[in-house]
């Protein structure tokens, strides 16, 4: 059985007034924190939409900022996200813990196959392994071959990279005890981790980062959810619709604020993406990893349905998730839900239909599969 930890140990982060005095400081928060709230819960939310009105108002750059990475902007172009010294030194220690805790020695080649440019990428990464004392290779993309060779020539032991092309090496012939996992739907996607391992040779654990936070959160080789790093960041899963925070075990929207970051911390921020959250003595863990995003949310039959969600668990069954439809329509005032998906393969759909209703509390009235289904998207036609 799980050890979890009482509901009032996960409310706010400890000393939050202390760090709101702080943050008050920051042109980024100095309105919204005129008057410094008594209560987390009336801390308000950070948006990728304030990010941007505050950086067209000049709101965001640091005088101590030593590194400038730049993130896609919600409308198109991008945001700068400034880093200090301590903060490249505070996101650096806490990731070499994780890191080590992942499995990860001093004396182990490691091979990063993530960009290394003008996006933070492989600098996620890159800051912790250095700061644990592994021998890093920031490889970058790409190059299979070339990947082939080093990770061969230089015995590497440990691979960093996108469990697709982790994946594609594998099944080139690479062979590697230790894959960590990120930038893509990982072990939220049933059978995934399956696949990877056996192409490897070795354990696969899921690792879950954004470019505006930096590492949020490690699989352990007990493979039991994904551990945040506790010291880096505090951690809340929200309903999307109501802001509320939601009980231990239920799916929600993560947000995340630093605890130490200095130049641009978040605050309160609204990632998007939907995750469970589980306290226990030992950490905070996502169980589930991150299985979606809050965009498109639905209330069908009066559950929350998230669209990515769908094709997370199409993807599970080997089903065509980049071709589906969704479709709803009333009758009789009641809701109704159409899937239709393109696939060669045959399939129970009784078993599927079972599923679906286990997965999302929702019934599917009506599921096909098709081979020549051409569609991706949700057709909301109630009205």
Same mark, same amino acid.
Not at 55 to 84: C, K, N, Q
């Given at each position: 059985?799980?050890?979890?930890?009482?509901?009032?140990? =996960?409310?706010?982060?400890?000393?939050?007034?202390?760090?709101?005095?702080?943050?008050?400081?920051? /042109?980024?928060?100095?309105?919204?924190?005129?008057?410094?709230?008594?209560?987390?819960?009336? +801390?308000?939310? =950070?948006?990728?939409?304030?990010?941007?009105?505050?950086?067209?108002?000049?709101? %965001?750059?640091?005088?101590?900022?030593? !590194?400038?990475?730049?993130?896609?902007?919600?409308?198109?172009?991008?945001?700068?996200?400034?880093?200090?010294? !301590?903060?490249?030194?505070?996101?650096? *220690?806490?990731?070499?813990?994780?890191?080590?805790?992942?499995?990860?020695?001093?004396?182990?080649?490691?091979?990063?196959?993530?960009?290394?440019?003008?996006?933070?990428?492989?600098?996620?990464?890159?800051?912790?392994?250095?700061? &644990?004392?592994?021998?890093? $290779?920031?490889?970058? /993309?790409?190059?299979?071959?070339?990947?082939?060779?080093?990770?061969?020539? &230089?015995? +590497?032991?440990? %691979?960093?990279?996108?469990?697709?092309?982790?994946?594609?090496?594998?099944?080139?012939?690479?062979?590697?005890?230790?894959?960590?996992?990120?930038?893509?739907?990982?072990?939220?996607?049933?059978? !995934?981790?399956?696949?990877?391992?056996?192409?490897?040779?070795?354990?696969?654990?899921?690792?879950?980062?954004?470019?505006?936070?930096?590492? $949020?959160?490690?699989?352990?080789?007990?493979?039991?959810?994904?551990?945040?790093?506790?010291?880096?960041?505090?951690?809340?899963?929200?309903?999307?619709?109501?802001?509320?925070?939601?009980?231990?075990?239920?799916?929600?929207?993560?947000?995340?604020?630093?605890?130490?970051?200095?130049?641009?911390?978040? %605050?309160?921020?609204?990632?998007?993406?939907?995750?469970? =959250?589980?306290?226990?003595?030992?950490?905070?863990?996502?169980?589930?990893?991150?299985?979606?995003?809050?965009?498109?949310?639905?209330?069908?039959?009066? +559950?929350?349905?998230?669209?990515?969600?769908?094709?997370?668990?199409?993807?599970?069954?080997?089903?065509?998730?980049?071709?589906?439809?969704?479709?709803?329509?009333?009758?009789?005032?009641?809701? !109704?839900?159409?899937?239709?998906?393109?696939?060669?393969?045959?399939?129970?759909?009784?078993?599927?239909?079972?599923?679906?209703?286990?997965?999302?509390?929702?019934?599917?009235?009506? &599921?096909?599969?098709?081979?020549?289904?051409?569609? *991706?998207? +949700?057709?909301?036609?109630?009205?």
């Amino acid at each position: 059985m799980t050890d979890t930890l009482s509901p009032p140990s =996960l409310s706010e982060p400890v000393g939050f007034c202390a760090l709101l005095s702080r943050l008050r400081e920051l /042109p980024l928060y100095r309105a919204a924190l005129r008057e410094v709230p008594t209560a987390w819960a009336d +801390v308000p939310f =950070l948006t990728r939409e304030r990010l941007t009105e505050a950086f067209e108002a000049g709101e %965001l750059a640091h005088p101590g900022a030593v !590194r400038v990475h730049l993130t896609p902007h919600p409308g198109g172009g991008w945001l700068p996200e400034y880093a200090t010294r !301590r903060d490249v030194e505070g996101h650096g *220690q806490a990731s070499a813990r994780a890191f080590a805790r992942a499995g990860i020695r001093e004396d182990d080649h490691v091979q990063v196959a993530f960009g290394y440019h003008r996006f933070a990428g492989g600098w996620l990464m890159q800051d912790g392994l250095e700061s &644990l004392g592994a021998k890093t $290779i920031p490889f970058g /993309p790409g190059e299979t071959e070339a990947q082939l060779e080093t990770l061969r020539r &230089l015995g +590497v032991r440990v %691979l960093v990279s996108a469990p697709s092309f982790a994946q594609k090496l594998g099944e080139a012939g690479a062979r590697v005890e230790l894959l960590i996992a990120a930038g893509e739907p990982f072990t939220s996607i049933a059978g !995934r981790r399956q696949r990877v391992q056996e192409a490897l040779g070795g354990l696969a654990l899921d690792c879950y980062a954004t470019s505006e936070a930096g590492l $949020i959160a490690l699989e352990t080789p007990q493979q039991d959810g994904l551990r945040v790093l506790d010291d880096w960041v505090f951690v809340e899963v929200i309903d999307p619709e109501t802001g509320t925070p939601v009980p231990d075990g239920e799916r929600g929207e993560l947000v995340v604020t630093h605890l130490t970051k200095e130049a641009m911390p978040l %605050l309160r921020f609204r990632t998007g993406d939907l995750t469970r =959250l589980e306290r226990r003595r030992d950490g905070t863990f996502l169980p589930g990893g991150v299985f979606g995003n809050v965009g498109g949310m639905l209330k069908v039959k009066g +559950v929350k349905l998230f669209p990515r969600e769908v094709a997370f668990w199409l993807a599970g069954h080997g089903l065509d998730h980049t071709q589906h439809t969704l479709r709803l329509h009333s009758v009789g005032g009641g809701d !109704r839900l159409h899937l239709a998906v393109r696939s060669e393969a045959r399939a129970d759909l009784e078993d599927l239909r079972a599923d679906f209703q286990r997965r999302f509390a929702i019934r599917a009235d009506e &599921l096909h599969l098709d081979p020549a289904h051409e569609g *991706q998207g +949700v057709q909301d036609e109630r009205g």
